[in-house]
């Protein structure tokens, strides 16, 4: 194995990457901070919410670009705040301008403000389009296996079912819908939304998930850069934990955990 050769890449696109942990760049207090947690993440793709985040559109403003450079890592323009196919479509047009051509974005499409579900119809509307202008998109969806198998078959690269509402920190809440997306998915399916701490991007990754997607869950963590590198962790030791095969689940099975045969027994005493 060379140097910093990685065997088990997350494939997004046919472009290989070491992490499988993606991260957003809201909700930070400034950029400085956006950046420290994004280091200390180890991510390689950042997702950037066109409609709510400067990466040139403003030119007397701040850039996201100056503290996140494209030239080490891959941006992922995303749709946030994005309620009609149309409006998603658009948003993505005006990024594919500003990143000179960049095509790997992140679509969503919600449902309403309140609880930001995903609004599935316009969703797979706005899939199509993209796809048919050469977008590489990878979707937010619900945990809906129909709904995920269609995004596929309109030739999206990764399908991102949520684990519960965006910012909620819920965690998985329907972990065998997810089983049912990723036993079924010949495409990257990653994890977005409601992850809320590190046990939950493990059990992500325990259950097959091929990545994590999230921004709240570090952003307003109480130390943004230590919770990213919770999160990298577990996103890895979930990753390990799905690759080695869990042990099955036994009920009242009385197996010991030390083997009971060939046991070193002590010699009689000896009688006077």
Same mark, same amino acid.
């Given at each position: ?32 901070? *956006? ?87 316009? *969703? ?140 070193? *027994? ?7």
């Amino acid at each position: 194995m060379k140097p910093h050769e990685n065997l088990d890449p997350l494939l997004i696109a046919g472009k290989p990457y070491a992490s499988r942990l993606l991260v957003g760049t809201g909700k930070y207090k400034d950029f400085a901070e *956006t950046k420290a947690a994004v280091e200390a993440s180890g991510t390689q793709i950042v997702t950037v919410a066109i409609r709510r985040t400067n990466i040139g559109q403003n030119p007397n403003e701040p850039s996201l670009l100056d503290a996140i450079p494209p030239s080490k890592f891959t941006i992922l323009p995303n749709t946030a705040g994005c309620y009609t196919a149309d409006d998603a479509v658009r948003t993505l047009r005006l990024a594919r301008e500003l990143l000179d051509g960049h095509e790997l974005v992140k679509l969503e499409v919600l449902g309403d403000p309140t609880t930001l579900y995903p609004n599935v119809v316009e *969703t797979i509307s706005a899939a199509k389009t993209l796809v048919k202008e050469g977008f590489k998109v990878m979707v937010y969806t619900s945990d809906d296996p129909i709904v995920a198998k269609e995004l596929e078959a309109i030739g999206c690269v990764a399908v991102m079912p949520l684990a519960s509402l965006i910012g909620s920190g819920m965690g998985i809440l329907n972990p065998w819908n997810l089983q049912i997306i990723i036993e079924n998915a010949k495409v990257p399916v990653l994890v977005d939304a409601g992850v809320g701490t590190a046990s939950d991007a493990a059990i992500a990754m325990e259950l097959g998930c091929d990545g994590v997607l999230m921004n709240t869950a570090i952003a307003a963590a109480h130390d943004p850069v230590l919770m990213a590198s919770a999160m990298k962790k577990a996103v890895e030791a979930g990753r390990e934990a799905f690759l080695a095969g869990r042990m099955p689940k036994k009920l009242y099975s009385a197996a010991p955990s030390s083997p009971t045969s060939g046991l070193i *027994t002590p010699a009689p005493a000896k009688t006077a």
